[in-house]
């Protein structure tokens, strides 16, 4: 089975700095994609940033970007100049090649001030 | 372009009534999936539906039961409810044929069973 794991429940930046929320996941499949979805209060689930496992390339997003360690298995999300609208909640989603199932992680609580 | 969208916003229930939750896909995408996501939690995955038939489904008992229809909508249905099925349930579509693994979503239905 699939687990996918947010070490950081909540977390808190000043605006314009950079952050960087973790996500670990486990699974023996090979071939499978990676994302960070953003839940702001008004509660509509956001596609924020997709990572191909086969791409050694860490995806980009403006000021979204991903560290993916393939091989620690590991899919951290930064977010830099931070801004009032990036306060949400993140999921670190998981899904295997051909399933279109997402397994998501407990969520970090992300909050920007000013 | 409408994205996804759910019907009823919220809704109020007694344990042991039954439910119906309404999903309409994103224009041009023919796979819906739900999932319950309990306050402070990640979404879970109940099952998906493509053809009008049930592709996957996730580890929900039978009381959860659901159904495409030849547009593509989807209903979601829960019978002899429990306090424990109070949740945002959460609707996604996404296109079956593409290989990019997204998923869109509604801004989910709030059951309240009381």
């Known amino acids: 089975a699939q687990t996918v794991t947010q070490s950081q429940p909540e977390m808190s930046v000043q605006e314009a700095e950079t952050v960087t929320l973790s996500c670990t996941y486990d699974?023996?499949?090979?071939?499978?994609?990676l994302f960070w979805y953003k839940q702001p209060p008004s509660r509509q689930m956001i596609l924020v940033i997709r990572?191909?496992?086969?791409?050694?390339q860490n995806a980009t997003e403006n000021r979204f970007s991903v560290n993916f360690q393939k091989a620690a298995k590991s899919f951290s999300l930064k977010i830099s100049d931070s801004q009032l609208g990036d306060t949400a909640m993140y999921f670190c989603?998981?899904?295997?090649?051909?399933?279109?199932?997402?397994?998501f992680g407990q969520g970090t609580r992300l909050t920007i001030n000013p | 372009d409408a994205g996804v969208t759910q019907s009823p916003t919220h809704l109020i229930k007694t344990r042991g009534q039954q439910v119906t939750l309404r999903c309409s896909p994103k224009?041009?995408?023919?796979?819906v999936s739900w999932y319950q996501q309990a306050l402070g939690q990640g979404p879970q995955f109940i099952f998906q539906?493509?053809?009008?038939?049930?592709?996957q489904r996730g580890n929900f008992p039978d009381r959860f039961s659901g159904h495409q229809f030849p547009n593509y909508s989807s209903e979601l249905n829960v019978n002899a409810l429990l306090l424990g099925d109070s949740a945002l349930y959460l609707c996604?579509?996404?296109?079956?044929?593409?290989?990019?693994?997204?998923?869109?979503f509604g801004p989910g239905t709030r059951l309240t069973v009381t």
């Open positions: 996604a579509s996404s296109p079956l044929s593409e290989r990019t693994y997204e998923q869109y």
């Open positions: 699974t023996s499949e090979s071939n499978y994609y």
């Open positions: 989603a998981f899904c295997v090649q051909g399933a279109q199932k997402l397994v």
């Open positions: 224009s041009g995408h023919d796979t």
């Open positions: 539906y493509y053809e009008e038939e049930e592709r």
């Open positions: 990572q191909e496992a086969y791409k050694q």
